[in-house]
């Protein structure tokens, strides 16, 4: 059973910089593909970003050119990196990573980001 841990969030301030990484307890090596999704209040959880075991990136509009997702795909080494430069007040979510589409039962606590004006 895979278990996903979020990290790394925290208060910055508009137009700064935060690295997440997702640790995952078992091997994700054979999941196709895995994503960064991210929930503000009120809102719908929605993905944001997405890597493929080939590299391949894909990402929201919203996040195009401020948000860089990679993998680690050493078979020994389960984490998922979110790098999100330029933040913006809007970025303000709780953000999950979990498998592309995803798997009910993977879904973490997520990290907390917020972005101050």
């Known amino acids: 059973q895979v278990q996903l841990v979020e990290s790394g969030g925290a208060l910055v301030q508009a137009g700064g910089s935060l690295r997440l990484s997702c640790a995952a307890s078992g091997s994700i090596f054979s999941i196709n593909a895995m994503g960064w999704y991210r929930q503000a209040p009120g809102k719908q959880r929605e993905l944001v970003a997405l890597i493929t075991t080939g590299g391949s990136t894909n990402y929201v509009d919203s996040v195009k050119g401020r948000f860089t997702i990679s993998r680690d795909n050493a078979k020994n080494t389960n984490t998922v990196y979110l790098q999100m430069n330029s933040l913006k007040p809007e970025d303000t979510a709780v953000y999950y990573c979990?498998?592309?589409?995803?798997?009910?039962?993977?879904w973490g606590k997520g990290t907390l980001v917020t972005v101050s004006s």
């Open positions: 979990n498998a592309v589409p995803f798997i009910v039962d993977y």
